[in-house]
């Protein structure tokens, strides 16, 4: 219609304004068949997944030749953009709308319509540098039906962050808080019970108070979850590396639309990406980044060979690299906020040599240089022609072989010993500082678990459906790691265990089976799981559930509500119980220390750290060879599974509903099998003897032999420290190699290498 009705010489460019990606593509190949004929269209798509090269073509002028521009764009070129030259405007009326369900934990992408007041917006891009024409393409009953605005903010984010800072400035009555724009009821309460769940409010004499968890995360303006993995990484010593995946999972995926639909750029990343799931990788790609950067400095380009820049680098593997510019800027930013909150000392600038300090002044001098004649460069120049041809064809390669006002303004901010310590930052070599890495993120993530369906093994990759607390049947992305290499989530013969006698289950027993850990939920066409890494199945629960509910024989456990798991072969359950706990313990009392006197960093105990990190890394390790489970997902009620059954009966020994024995364990509240009941049948029949005093009682219920195993456990511990530090081992140094051993003969816990175990065997006596 446009070009029959306005000539060719009346210059302006048409902007069409449509809801997603898919919709913008199938138009743009429509229009790109038509200007095939026509010769007369060139058109660029506008969108936030695209390159920033793509992005920047939308602003170029057309030639004065008849050609227009069709420029296909979601509501980014609505208020975001100026775009000059649009003459006229298409409104499909349709907009994809981010909202939050405070309930399921869901952010839903969904197709809605415009507001009446942004359809006015995007009639008022055309013409805004002559006359101009807007075609609506709905009717005008369909405008009056528009709301009048666009809903408030409030209404489409999480409230968590925002209820948790109204509360710290004592605004603590949300219900009848004046807001502008109220939230719904529902969504208030929801966001408050998982303040409570995360552990940063409590009921304070009948009005919500703040932990001390909640105070720190208060002052740090940064998401919960990200919040609490920084707070976490203080505690422990690896700060660094957690700051930088926190930072990586704050910006928008460096993966562009084209990443999966390239080959060659698969290949590429496929050395890079990690079989632990998805942050890693993101991590690696960020590491390998640094590596380019650092590699293609001056102080090692004029020795080495020449090598390809970053961004050039980038573009080959479809990475965006924009968003390592990002990661490297939030990265500085997380640790200045982490410093004002005083969580963390700030760290004194490295001193440079004489020779040192002579480079950087050189490579300084050089890069103002660079970035002055740049600046000028892209204000005196024209902005660049396109051409129907050079459309077609994709385009030139030219900028990459110009300098990159981005890439000096980062070599002028870093230096060469800046980027050797990024590069640390973003290093997690060992396998015990990739599991603690790992640790620290779920427990900024958890509850955010999903477990596999049980028929995924006759599904295909794509139909493989995933389940979580508050939402079932979800599917990996296109992009998951776990999407394209599923057998890393699958069980093989050999990790299948035979069940004990009398038992029976659908599922497989084996220690070896694995949660998904996900930062969150989205929902478009179908429902995705965002960002996920694997952690072992058992050891996650135990460490991190809220409510751990077992039956009278610790054979079986339900975890918050959600999963249940069986450990079938009776005393193992019971061992890893005791030992979560354990850990619990010492990881709150060292949180809580940490905030209680955050600036306290000259006496910190190196040697007990690493013990801490010991011990945290085990149950990944030693404790999972000695297990066996079934991990099965509880569905809702509605869902048409039975939700975890309480124990209503009462006897003498356990109340009704079971014992609480600390603040997350709840023993003795799950109905019981036949075969479990076999099995404490059996333990009340046979003798039992303490481990500790070595004493032996007949007909003691488990609970009663937990109770004094514990009392005893307790005595023991006060007669070793009223021993002082007799005949303790000297293990002032902890060498990397060290690893934990239990000497049978002294009764102690030592961490020796492996040559110390065995010099210590011969000389213990």
Not at 474 to 499: I, K, S
Request: hydrophobic content about 35%; charged content about 30%; glycine content about 6%.
């Amino acid at each position: 219609m446009i070009d029959e009705k306005y000539p060719p010489n009346q210059k302006g460019d048409v902007l069409v304004f449509l809801n997603g990606f898919s919709e913008i593509s199938t138009l743009a190949d429509a229009v790109t068949e038509y200007s095939q004929h026509k010769k007369n269209w060139i058109v660029l798509p506008l969108h936030s997944t695209l390159s920033l090269e793509e992005q920047d073509k939308v602003f170029s002028i057309t030639p004065p030749d008849g050609v227009r521009k069709c420029i296909i764009s979601t509501n980014i070129a609505e208020t975001s953009v100026t775009i000059d030259g649009i003459r006229f405007v298409v409104d499909s009326g349709k907009v994809n709308r981010m909202s939050y369900n405070t309930n399921l934990g869901v952010n839903k992408l969904s197709e809605c319509s415009i507001s009446q007041d942004s359809a006015k917006q995007r009639a008022g891009r055309a013409g805004r540098t002559g006359p101009g024409i807007c075609f609506r393409m709905y009717s005008e009953e369909d405008f009056k039906n528009f709301d009048a605005f666009t809903p408030a903010e409030i209404h489409l984010v999480p409230l968590d962050s925002l209820l948790l800072h109204m509360i710290s400035l004592g605004l603590s009555d949300i219900a009848n808080f004046p807001f502008i724009e109220k939230p719904a009821a529902k969504s208030l309460e929801e966001s408050l019970e998982k303040l409570k769940f995360t552990g940063a409010l409590e009921l304070d004499r009948e009005s919500l108070a703040l932990t001390t968890l909640g105070d720190s995360l208060s002052q740090l303006p940064v998401d919960l979850a990200i919040g609490k993995m920084l707070i976490m990484s203080t505690v422990f010593g690896n700060v660094n590396s957690v700051i930088v995946l926190a930072s990586l999972l704050s910006v928008q995926s460096p993966l562009t639309q084209t990443a999966y639909r390239n080959a060659d750029a698969q290949d590429l990343r496929k050395p890079l990406e990690s079989s632990h799931g998805d942050p890693i990788t993101l991590l690696n790609f960020y590491k390998e980044w640094l590596e380019i950067k650092q590699m293609s400095a001056p102080a090692h380009s004029r020795s080495s060979r020449q090598t390809e820049n970053s961004r050039t680098w980038s573009k080959k593997r479809c990475l965006e690299e924009q968003r390592f510019y990002e990661v490297t800027k939030l990265s500085d930013q997380f640790r200045d906020i982490l410093c004002d909150a005083s969580l963390l000392s700030k760290m004194p600038d490295e001193e440079l040599s004489s020779g040192e300090r002579a480079i950087r002044h050189g490579e300084l001098k050089q890069l103002k240089s660079m970035r002055y004649r740049l600046k000028n460069e892209s204000k005196s120049r024209s902005r660049k022609q396109l051409k129907y041809e050079m459309y077609n064809f994709g385009g030139d390669d030219e900028g990459a072989s110009k300098g990159d006002i981005r890439d000096v303004e980062f070599r002028i901010a870093n230096d060469f010993k800046r980027l050797q310590q990024l590069l640390n930052e973003s290093s997690a070599d060992s396998y015990k500082d990739l599991m603690m890495l790992k640790l620290i993120l779920t427990s900024g993530l958890y509850p955010q678990v999903a477990v596999e369906d049980e028929h995924n093994s006759s599904k295909t990759v794509s139909e493989r459906l995933y389940h979580t607390k508050a939402k079932n049947y979800v599917f990996l992305r296109p992009t998951c790691y776990f999407a394209t290499n599923p057998e890393v989530l699958e069980l093989h013969d050999d990790d299948v265990e035979v069940p004990p006698p009398g038992y029976f289950s659908r599922r497989p027993i084996s220690r070896k089976h694995q949660v998904l850990v996900y930062q969150s939920i989205l929902e478009t066409k179908k429902v995705y799981l965002m960002n996920v890494m694997r952690m072992p199945a058992l050891q996650t629960l135990m460490l991190f559930a809220k409510t751990i509910a077992t039956n009278g024989c610790m054979t079986k456990f339900a975890f918050d509500d959600f999963l249940m798991v069986d450990a079938p072969y009776f005393g193992q359950g019971k061992t890893l119980l005791s030992r979560a706990l354990s850990l619990r313990k010492k990881w709150k009392g060292k949180l809580e220390s940490k905030l209680k006197d955050p600036l306290n960093n000259s006496e910190v105990d190196k040697k007990e750290i690493f013990y801490f990190v010991e011990d945290l890394a085990a149950p990944t390790g030693r404790l999972e060879g000695n297990l066996q489970f079934r991990c099965g997902n509880l569905r809702r009620r509605e869902s048409g599974l039975e939700p975890v059954r309480r124990r209503v009966s009462h006897n003498e020994e356990q109340p009704p509903g079971g014992v609480n024995v600390t603040e997350n364990v709840v023993y003795n509240c799950l109905l019981q099998e036949e075969w479990a009941c076999a099995i404490e049948e059996g333990f009340s029949n046979a003798p039992f003897e303490c481990r500790h005093c070595k004493k032996t009682k007949g007909g003691c219920s488990l609970f009663r032999a937990m109770q004094h195993e514990g009392e005893c456990e307790r005595k023991v511990k006060v007669e070793k420290n009223e021993d002082g530090n007799k005949g303790k081992e000297d293990v002032s140094v902890v060498k990397p190699n060290s690893k934990s051993y239990h000497c049978s003969t002294c009764d102690k816990d030592l961490y020796l290498t492996p040559i110390d175990i065995l010099k210590h065997k011969k000389t213990c006596k």
